[in-house]
């Protein structure tokens, strides 16, 4: 799992695992802030918390290989990124295409991008939420896997907004993961369908998160 901040989504799915809700285990947590919340918590999770490094660019990581070779020292199966601040590009995503899943604070393909909470705000939207997506080198334009519609309320602050909105994620991203890992699907244009026609399953034995 990759994650660069507080990590509330990380917990939640650190939480489902433990309750064999996940489809999974998560072997190791891949920040790039060494200071970040996140490791914290992984650690209280007995998971393995490790900070790669990361190069100068602030948007961007210098060199992914060390990344990609972490992953594959520890046979991980499906990337999670949950809150993850860097783009990342062809080292990283070509080896795990359709096994990364991202999870986004707006209804996508609706406000993509940074501060995406703050953009519907602005924006005046009545109906925003979160979305989990497959991965892909676009920003926030991969394949749809679910969403959560969080409405806006008259009483509404950007502060009550984003909470709500951070707890459609907590219960979403969890669900979303089990059912991508349990599941037979298949890419249907730009959104990914369960349980029709031809799909990937991956094995029976449990997959591995990083």
């Not at 901040?5 to 433990?18: I, R, Y």
């Amino acid at each position: 799992m990759f994650a660069s901040g507080q990590g509330s989504n990380f917990e939640a799915l650190a939480a489902a695992a433990s309750r064999d809700e996940l489809g999974g285990r998560i072997v190791a947590l891949l920040c790039d802030q060494p200071g970040a919340p996140v490791l914290e918590r992984a650690r209280r999770h007995g998971i393995e918390a490790l900070t790669p490094p990361t190069g100068a660019f602030k948007s961007r990581l210098g060199d992914e290989a060390p990344w990609l070779s972490a992953l594959r020292e520890r046979q991980v199966d499906v990337v999670l990124l949950a809150g993850f601040m860097r783009r990342l590009h062809a080292t990283l995503l070509a080896p795990f295409a359709g096994r990364m899943l991202n999870i986004h604070p707006s209804l996508l393909p609706a406000f993509p991008g940074l501060d995406a909470i703050g953009q519907a705000w602005r924006h005046g939207a009545r109906v925003t939420g979160c979305t989990v997506h497959l991965v892909e080198d676009a920003l926030d334009n991969g394949p749809i896997v679910a969403q959560a519609a969080v409405e806006l309320r008259d009483g509404d602050t950007l502060g009550s907004l984003e909470t709500r909105i951070h707890e459609a994620e907590h219960a979403l991203y969890p669900v979303s993961v089990r059912r991508f890992l349990t599941e037979r699907w298949r890419v249907d244009g730009r959104r990914l369908v369960f349980g029709e026609g031809e799909g990937l399953i991956l094995p029976e034995t449990e997959a591995a998160h990083g």
